[in-house]
């Protein structure tokens, strides 16, 4: 059976020293879990599927630590601008957040935004049980700018191909051998089913980027040029950019712009949608919908025909503690306490693929997967993109990347609304994603 390695070789020799040192735990003793009992912390959280399920076991660290938890959680642009409206403004209320490393680890770090978590992880404010080293090299490195630790990985995540299988099989569809069967198969069901929406996707501004990734990457494109340069005028490129909009323009769902990861999800788990390229973060939540667990196929996206690529997307999110906070010990208790080994293994059977590297190759989580056909496919699926799946979904710069992702999803809101050709939108954009560049 295969096993997660998420590049351990290759990230390992990038980890910084501290970061690497920082592994080992702190001399054997008697851990004080109650050392700060009686504080409070302030955590806000993206409503992810972790979020949901974690969120029900904070009255356990409050039990075990006395520390008590006041816990906000907010859709994902709801989160980003509460999140950036706080840190900006310097409030100290704030103790721990979640965050995405490949969108905004620089950007944060260089405003001052994370404490660094080295000193906390080799001092005596960590259990010396709790392993970092158990973490996916790369996932840790994801969480390192420089030489500080600025995260902790929670999980790993890529978008999925999700197919219903029993209407493929009524409509006499096969499943898309390549990307480029995209459309077809898009057109048969919807002249078999006129009740069925063949393909739901993200469109909303600034969501984009993650699910076009691969589509990019497999028709032979990317987001620079062969010197290095910040670039979406590029064949391969628009031909990805052209698919992933004309399959939203065409075969999408009404009001498909204003679309993020939890409408897709909604119609596919309500039965409303033939197939879709959507975050593995969400198949727990997919598999609560009535049917769905008997009906869906997993999948990583189809490569290229003409390319012959495939290049999915794969990343975590991440729990920081802000560097603003006046609590920063008591926060980091919270963030090892969420990432231990014991709440992963929970977490792992109930859908959320986790970031310690002992838990996805345990046997609890083996087997969870082992009990039904979409759990185990969705177990593959993770594990051939943790194995060559790329983080890089936008035009490349280390601290204005939010930016980059608005630019790239302009220009596929102009392709699905008939405002532009790819070719016009993406050439038009050149100077623009080029003065981001770093």
Not at 196 to 204: E, H, K, V
Not at 299 to 319: A, H, M, Q, T, Y
Request: with cysteine.
């Amino acid at each position: 059976m295969r096993q997660f390695i998420i590049g351990a070789a290759v990230a390992l020799a990038a980890v910084p020293a501290a970061a690497q040192e920082a592994a080992v735990p702190a001399a054997a003793q008697e851990f004080d879990w109650r050392k700060h009992e009686g504080e409070t912390i302030n955590v806000m959280l993206n409503n992810l599927a972790w979020t949901q399920l974690m969120r029900d076991r904070i009255d356990a660290f409050t039990e075990a630590t006395g520390i008590r938890v006041r816990a906000e959680t907010f859709s994902e642009e709801q989160y980003r601008t509460r999140l950036t409206t706080l840190l900006q403004g310097g409030s100290s209320e704030l103790d721990v957040f979640m965050t995405l490393p490949s969108r905004e680890a620089p950007l944060f770090q260089a405003n001052g935004w994370y404490a660094d978590l080295t000193p906390l992880l080799q001092g005596e404010a960590t259990d010396p049980a709790y392993d970092y080293d158990d973490f996916s090299a790369a996932l840790r490195q994801s969480g390192v700018v420089g030489e500080a630790i600025t995260s902790v990985p929670i999980n790993v995540e890529g978008p999925l191909f999700y197919w219903r299988r029993d209407i493929f099989e009524t409509c006499n569809v096969e499943k898309p051998e390549y990307l480029e069967d995209l459309p077809a198969a898009a057109e048969k069901i919807r002249a078999c089913d006129s009740a069925i929406t063949p393909w739901a996707a993200r469109g909303l501004r600034g969501t984009v980027g993650y699910p076009l990734g691969a589509f990019v990457y497999n028709m032979g494109g990317d987001f620079m040029d062969e010197g290095g340069k910040a670039s979406l005028c590029l064949p391969g490129t628009i031909k990805g950019l052209d698919l992933y909009g004309s399959m939203l323009r065409d075969y999408g769902p009404p009001g498909a712009t204003n679309h993020t990861f939890t409408q897709v999800m909604d119609l596919l788990g309500q039965g409303r949608v033939a197939m879709t390229n959507e975050s593995s973060n969400e198949f727990s939540t997919l598999m609560k919908h009535e049917g769905r667990a008997e009906d869906i196929g997993v999948d990583v996206l189809p490569g290229g025909r003409e390319s012959g690529i495939s290049k999915p997307v794969v990343i975590n999110w991440s729990l920081a503690v802000s560097g603003l906070s006046e609590n920063k010990e008591a926060a980091w208790y919270f963030v090892q306490w969420a990432t231990g080994a014991e709440n992963q293994e929970e977490l792992a059977t109930q859908g959320i693929a986790p970031s310690r590297v002992s838990v996805f190759n345990g046997e609890g989580f083996r087997n969870w997967a082992s009990e039904s056909r979409p759990r185990g496919e969705w177990l593959e699926a993770l594990l051939e993109i943790s194995q060559t799946g790329s983080s890089l979904y936008q035009t490349p710069s280390l601290t204005r990347t939010p930016e980059a992702r608005e630019i790239l999803s302009n220009v596929v809101q102009q392709i699905v609304l008939g405002q532009a050709d790819a070719e016009t939108a993406a050439c038009a954009v050149t100077e623009q994603v080029q003065a981001l560049q770093d």
